[in-house]
């Protein structure tokens, strides 16, 4: 999903990020404010690398410990349906028990204690923000449906149902993010749907040399058999002229959907514009990566380094 990718993020303060070849290194505490104030519990340090900011130095000091308590909630998800070894039928079981807590927290009832670390800060947020239920609710659906698809080996059959799982998947982190800044507006939610959406597709595309081989499979139906690539060419990562043009004709879809939420980044004011800005510009340069590859992806996973982070940030000031 979303979550799973590779860029830096970054804290108030500097601390080191954990990637998930590495599991022995810790990574501190986000900075506690003075002992004396009453204070809503923190939500569990950031323990991964993803591929865009969460609670960064753009974001304002007020709103960094609402959303690492909405990442901690997604993080925790994900890691319950794709961590481990866990049997799928354990992931969905260990995922509705989690989705259960949710509603518990929402109607007040105590909260368990194998979460509580994660639904503690939780509450205390939906609380201060009234954040939309719902919308996590949409993030875990997302993800019980994953684990089912994987196991099932489940495919999509066109692109609507897909972007029906990326409404569920993805749209919901941006719809949350601007319910924070007070921003509701329809016009504004429709382009962070697109925003997300592409940032979903893009990463589909970035990982099709790993998610494949997984038994997952984004590639639509329709897709597929308009290029007329069948599923044992793709099972194999087998790259041929027909693949090429499967994965080129996606990455075109994924930008078109990006630009048509570009936009909002001039409407969005001071920090969280910038921030936007680095989003956006950070799932462009992957797909950049996707495209020159002309259908490689496939077998080669592209990722983003330092000099691609000078490139994003000149081209978010031309926004």
């Known amino acids: 999903m979303l979550l799973l990718t590779d860029w830096l993020v970054i804290y108030e303060k500097p601390s080191r990020v954990v990637k998930r070849d590495n599991p022995g290194v810790q990574a501190p505490e986000s900075p506690r404010p003075p002992a004396a104030q009453p204070v809503a519990p923190l939500a569990p340090p950031v323990t991964h690398y993803e591929n865009f900011p969460v609670a960064s130095l753009l974001c304002p000091p007020h709103l960094r410990q609402p959303i690492a308590a909405i990442y901690a909630f997604a993080r925790t998800a994900d890691d319950l349906a794709d961590e481990g070894d866990a049997t799928p039928d354990a992931r969905l079981?260990?995922?509705?028990?989690?989705?259960?807590?949710?509603?518990?927290?929402?109607?007040?009832?105590?909260?368990?204690?194998?979460?509580?670390?994660?639904?503690?800060?939780?509450?205390?947020?939906?609380?201060?923000?009234?954040?939309?239920?719902?919308?996590?609710?949409?993030?875990?659906?997302?993800?019980?449906?994953?684990?089912?698809?994987?196991?099932?080996?489940?495919?999509?059959?066109?692109?609507?149902?897909?972007?029906?799982?990326?409404?569920?998947?993805?749209?919901?982190?941006?719809?949350?993010?601007?319910?924070?800044?007070?921003?509701?507006?329809?016009?504004?939610?429709?382009?962070?749907?697109?925003?997300?959406?592409?940032?979903?597709?893009?990463?589909?595309?970035?990982?099709?040399?790993?998610?494949?081989?997984?038994?997952?499979?984004?590639?639509?139906?329709?897709d597929c058999a308009a290029h007329g690539v069948d599923r044992t060419t793709l099972a194999a990562l087998r790259r041929t002229p027909q693949t090429d043009a499967l994965v080129m004709d996606c990455a075109d879809w994924a930008r078109t959907l990006m630009l048509q939420g570009a936009p909002l980044v001039r409407r969005l004011p001071g920090r969280v514009g910038w921030e936007l800005r680095l989003v956006v510009q950070g799932g462009l340069r992957i797909l950049d990566k996707v495209q020159a590859l002309n259908g490689g992806s496939l077998q080669t996973r592209p990722t983003l380094g330092p000099l691609d982070g000078v490139r994003m940030l000149a081209r978010a000031v031309r926004m």
């Open 93 to 222: 079981a260990d995922l509705t028990a989690y989705r259960a807590q949710l509603h518990a927290m929402a109607a007040g009832e105590p909260l368990a204690p194998r979460w509580a670390a994660v639904f503690a800060p939780l509450q205390a947020v939906q609380r201060t923000h009234a954040l939309p239920v719902p919308l996590l609710d949409d993030l875990l659906d997302a993800f019980l449906q994953d684990v089912a698809f994987s196991r099932d080996q489940a495919t999509y059959a066109d692109r609507a149902q897909l972007l029906d799982y990326c409404r569920r998947s993805a749209n919901p982190v941006g719809r949350l993010l601007l319910h924070l800044y007070g921003v509701h507006d329809g016009p504004a939610l429709a382009q962070s749907d697109a925003i997300c959406s592409a940032l979903q597709l893009i990463n589909f595309w970035q990982d099709l040399s790993v998610d494949l081989p997984r038994g997952r499979h984004y590639l639509t139906d329709a």
